[in-house]
T-cell receptor, first 112, second 112 residues
Framework: GENVEQHPSTLSVQEGDSAVIKCTYS??????FPWYKQELGKRPQLIID?????GEKKDQRIAVTLNKTAKHFSLHITETQPEDSAVYFC???????????FGSGTRLLVRP | DTAVSQTPKYLVTQMGNDKSIKCEQN?????MYWYKQDSKKFLKIMFS???????INETVPNRFSPKSPDKAHLNLHINSLELGDSAVYFC???????????FGPGTRLTVT
């Protein structure tokens, strides 16, 4: 079955710097890759997603890139702000499978 | 106005007891899920339902029995609670698999 590995487990950056979180997946049939943000004590919320027919997607300060050949996808956050501090999860699925497999999470700390 | 709601928010109980968690979504979605988030923040799919039918049972012990009385509700009943069941349980819903999942606020279950 699908396995998703996520790195790093913790990331500390200075406000204004960029942050990059990387994930790899095992099942080459996976075609849907969402990223969720979970603030302390809150529910996970989707921040961006990408499908396998595109290589990059941007939404303001957030971008996701996908390399299908290498089975890698990454989250890029530019101009980080303290409110970006949270746990970020990548995930992968085959969009007909009803099973979203999450990475282990990255705790991002943005220092003011 | 809440899209996905769960009750109770907190549940403290003793080993061996039976407890239920309720979930309701008002988004008109066809698919609902239960996830378990352990103390290390791993988010793991437990069950997926589509139109009240069980689609995925991710090797969850049969002490856990989900029930979907209609498309808007997915409840989780747990028999003979064990210490290892302590976790945060999230309900989620989506229009289809392969689309954004909306999570409930979570139920923190503590088994003593």
């Amino acid at each position: 079955g699908e396995n998703v590995e996520q790195h790093p487990s913790t990331l500390s950056v200075q406000e204004g710097d960029s942050a990059v979180i990387k994930c790899t997946y095992s099942d080459s049939a996976s075609n849907y890759f969402p990223w969720y943000k979970q603030e302390l004590g809150k529910r996970p919320q989707l921040i961006i997603d990408i499908r396998s027919n595109v290589g990059e997607k941007k939404d303001q300060r957030i971008a996701v890139t996908l390399n299908k050949t290498a089975k890698h996808f990454s989250l890029h956050i530019t101009e980080t702000q303290p409110e970006d501090s949270a746990v970020y999860f990548c995930a992968a699925s085959i969009d007909s499978s009803y099973k979203l497999i999450f990475g282990s999470g990255t705790r991002l700390l943005v220092r003011p | 106005d809440t899209a996905v709601s769960q009750t109770p928010k907190y549940l403290v109980t003793q080993m061996g007891n039976d407890k239920s968690i309720k979930c309701e979504q008002n988004l008109g979605h066809d698919t609902m899920y239960w996830y378990k988030q352990d103390s290390k923040k791993f988010l793991k799919i437990m069950f997926s339902y589509n139109n009240k039918e069980l689609i995925i049972n991710e090797t969850v012990p049969n002490r856990f029995s989900p029930k979907s009385p209609d498309k808007a509700h997915l409840n989780l009943h747990i028999n003979s609670l064990e210490l290892g069941d302590s976790a945060v349980y999230f309900c989620a819903s989506s229009q289809d698999p392969g689309h954004e999942q909306y999570f409930g606020p979570g139920t923190r279950l503590t088994v003593t």
